[in-house]
T-cell receptor
């Protein structure tokens, strides 16, 4: 079945540091890939997504590129802020026509803490 | 943007009682809603897919008689945890789908 593996956290950075959170996946066909963010006390919010190979999703300074050859969707940000402290989830949704289409499979989540 | 609400946000109940959690899409219609369970420091696990006007589809290992799901309208789905036990204590999250899944803020259930 589909699966998503994220780098284990927690990740602790100083403000303005570079961020990478690794994410790899296993799925048949051509899944869509997502990064969700969960701020303290809030629900999950879609951060960015990519629906086909080589697509780059971007939002709020975060980027991730859909790499089919390495089955990866690593999240990056050039300069993190204290306000980026949250839990980040990588997820995939199965390709159209498949049994997992429309359903999200999540990675285990990575806690990011950014210090001033 | 699309907003999904959940009610209640927290609930504490005694073992053996039933608890109902509501999930509403406030500004859009959702033919499909999903229910997830999130354990501490763990990922979200999909419990079931709820389609308006039809029976929910449960994931393997989820007891459908224990976790009753009703999707009565395009803006409301409910999850009822029947005869709750302490092991049912968890964080339950719903999402409503309109091409993209929009998530509710979650409900913290504690069973004493």
């Amino acid at each position: 079945g589909d699966s998503v593996t994220q780098m284990e956290g927690p990740v602790t950075l100083s403000e303005e540091a570079f961020l990478t959170i690794n994410c790899t996946y296993t799925a048949t066909g051509y899944p869509s890939l997502f990064w969700y963010v969960q701020y303290p006390g809030e629900g999950l919010q879609l951060l960015l997504k990519a629906t086909k190979a080589d697509d780059k999703g971007s939002n709020k300074g975060f980027e991730a590129t859909y790499r089919k050859e390495t089955t990866s969707f690593h999240l990056e940000k050039g300069s993190v802020q204290v306000s980026d402290s949250a839990v980040y989830f990588c997820a995939l949704s199965g390709s159209a026509g498949g049994t997992s289409y429309g359903k999200l499979t999540f990675g285990q989540g990575t806690i990011l803490t950014v210090h001033p | 943007g699309a907003v999904v609400s959940q009610h209640p946000s927290r609930v504490i109940c005694k073992s053996g009682t039933s608890v109902k959690i509501e999930c509403r899409s406030l500004d859009f219609q959702a033919t499909t809603m999903f229910w997830y369970r999130q354990f501490p420091k763990k990922s979200l696990m999909l419990m079931a897919t709820s389609n308006e006007g039809s029976k929910a589809t449960y994931e393997q290992g989820v007891e459908k008689d224990k976790f009753l799901i009703n999707h009565a309208s395009l803006t409301l789905s409910t999850l009822t945890v029947t005869s709750a036990h302490p092991e049912d204590s968890s964080f339950y999250i719903c999402s409503a789908s309109a091409n993209t899944q929009y998530f509710g803020p979650g409900t913290r259930l504690t069973v004493l």
